[in-house]
């Protein structure tokens, strides 16, 4: 009783701590991680597995037919009986011109699949660049925040020293009350904004719940080169739609060909009576009167009209995203490379405040203008990392490291 109690309790313990085990993880290693662990990525790689088990199924060959017959007769007028067995294999042969294009045009798809596959794994992995980016800078944002926050508490005493002096009026002192608690429930939102975005981020990573995550790699701003962009030659989706285009083209020859798709051969045993016996052998073939396949070539023409429309008009909308979401980024770029709010404008605020410089108007107009700047300079800062993951996407080059 005692041992299996101590088994028990191990193994609990172990659950425990294997729940409990955080998990350091650097920029770098986030598309191995997330390969092995993310359910959107495992989801991704079983989709390309059920197109390989549909071309199989599509290329596997038919199995052969096992025929057994019997006939027994018997004379109206003689009441004479006879007797006739047949044991017969029958299999079905396609052409091997149309089988050679059949898998053709699946090598095609499959080849277009993997593209497709890789592709989605991108956009998957720019989603959680973003989240491991996001989680960073929400807590930069806040903590840069705080430090302002504990700067205007001390402000807030020396209102309140001046308040008690008779220097100031109450009036004066509630604004400023006012503004910290404004400050204060911006912090509170922050943090549930940070939590939000971490939650939904260990999800799409495969992380448990209650498992910690460090995030090791510091993010900060980092200029990128954008002058060798080729996403013509590199994009998946692209190569994706090419393939397929391919893969039609073998469809249109394959039904081109098809008005003679298949030969039955058979062969087998017949006994006839109690006298005869012996064996017998045969071909069948469709006859292509009625149906030449017409249609189908028609219906796989136009399918490779439409690949082709929309090969052309997915190269114009990539061609213009590229363009526009660089313009973009190199604006962004401007704006951050000297844009970052540092502590020492808020604390020379303090300061002038302190000394009697300014009046508590131009305090909190100041103020004011400090956590404007450091809003905007962090909701800049995601805009400009979110275009960069978009855009990696595109061209599938990876263009940031931290």
Aim: proline fraction near 2%.
């Amino acid at each position: 009783m005692y041992k299996f109690l101590i088994i028990f309790f191990l193994i609990w313990a172990l659950s425990v701590f294997a729940q409990k085990t955080s998990v350091n993880l650097e920029f770098s290693r986030l598309h191995d991680y997330a390969k092995l662990q993310s359910p959107f990525m495992i989801q991704i790689q079983n989709d390309y597995r059920s197109r390989q088990s549909e071309r199989n199924i599509e290329l596997q060959l038919s199995n052969p037919e096992l025929e057994w017959e019997t006939e027994k007769l018997q004379d109206i007028h003689t009441q004479d009986r006879d007797s006739e067995m047949i044991l017969a294999l029958k299999k079905e042969f396609a052409m091997p011109w149309k089988y050679a294009h059949k898998k053709s045009a699946w090598d095609h798809i499959m080849a277009g699949a993997l593209y497709e596959k890789k592709q989605n794994e991108l956009d998957v992995l720019a989603y959680l660049k973003m989240g491991y980016v996001n989680i960073q800078l929400i807590e930069k944002k806040r903590q840069s925040l705080q430090q302002f926050f504990n700067i205007l508490e001390r402000a807030s005493r020396i209102t309140r020293d001046r308040k008690s002096e008779g220097a100031i009026s109450g009036l004066e002192n509630d604004v400023l009350a006012a503004s910290l608690n404004n400050l204060g429930a911006k912090l509170v939102l922050l943090e549930k904004q940070q939590r939000d975005v971490l939650s939904s981020w260990k999800v799409a990573m495969g992380l448990k719940g209650e498992q910690e995550i460090h995030l090791t790699s510091p993010v900060n701003y980092v200029a990128i080169d954008l002058d060798t962009l080729n996403f013509e030659r590199n994009n998946y989706a692209l190569k994706a739609l090419a393939e397929n285009n391919t893969a039609q083209q073998y469809t249109v020859q394959e039904h081109k060909i098809s008005f003679l798709p298949h030969i039955t051969a058979f062969g087998g045993y017949k006994r006839a009576g109690d006298r005869m016996e012996g064996y017998i052998a045969g071909i069948s073939l469709p006859v292509p009167l009625l149906n030449r396949n017409k249609s189908q070539v028609q219906q796989a023409k136009i399918q490779l009209s439409k690949l082709d429309t929309e090969r052309s008009l997915q190269l114009q909308i990539l061609a213009e995203e590229v363009n526009n979401r660089r313009s973009f980024i190199v604006s962004l770029a401007e704006y951050l490379e000297n844009s970052e709010p540092g502590e020492t404008m808020v604390t020379n605020l303090i300061y002038a405040y302190q000394e009697g410089w300014l009046s508590l108007n131009e305090l909190l107009s100041g103020s004011e203008v400090y956590a404007n700047a450091i809003d905007q300079y962090y909701e800049m800062l995601m805009l400009y990392y979110e275009n960069i993951f978009e855009l990696e996407t595109i061209v599938n080059l990876e263009l940031i490291f931290f």
